[in-house]
């Protein structure tokens, strides 16, 4: 979705259109919900916490003003704070399984091994990293967010967002034991041929 739509779409929303509304939960529900299932142990949580995050959205949005925060960041810090609350009051831990199930259900059972592997090395390297470094590789490669609008929801500035993202790929690869080689296509440089979320990270966008 383009700047322009999205700008308007937000307008007719805040004017009370549900079908603007609708369509701006159908563009930023899937990115919202594996966001928040990266950092919470069970995709039901995920699931009540982004219906959550909405209707916090719905409420806060007559009073929404851009004021030089993307509405993406917006949505996220909504996002971000359902889940600090969440984990304040049930003490939740990162599922990387929990963000990814879905995508990869109807995979073989050898697949499905290989795959739960990769997940769980690259878990254990996202503990090694820093609480910001951790958020920056949630925000931009589960939740798929430019550098700007995770700079939003941080509330930092461009430059330390990439910078903490490039501390945290380089922290990443040394724990994975991945070598920094010529560039290759994107499709082959995956851990044992998967795409998961910060595997492609490490790999492809350092």
Known sequence: MDDETLDRLVAEAKAGDAEAFGAIFDAYAGPIYRFIASRVNR???AEDLTQLVFVKALEALPRYEARGIPFGGWLFRLARNAVIDQIRTRKDHLSLLAATTRETE???PEARAALRDDLDRVAEA??????????????RFFAGLSVLEAAAVMGRQEGTVRGLQFRAIAALRRSLGIEVV????????TLHGKGTPVAVAVQVRP
């Open 43 to 45: 995709p039901s949580d």
């Open 106 to 108: 109807d995979a073989g």
């Open 126 to 139: 996202l503990l090694d990293l820093t609480d910001d470094q951790r958020e920056v590789i949630e925000l």
């Open 182 to 189: 010529a560039p290759e296509p994107a499709a082959s440089r």
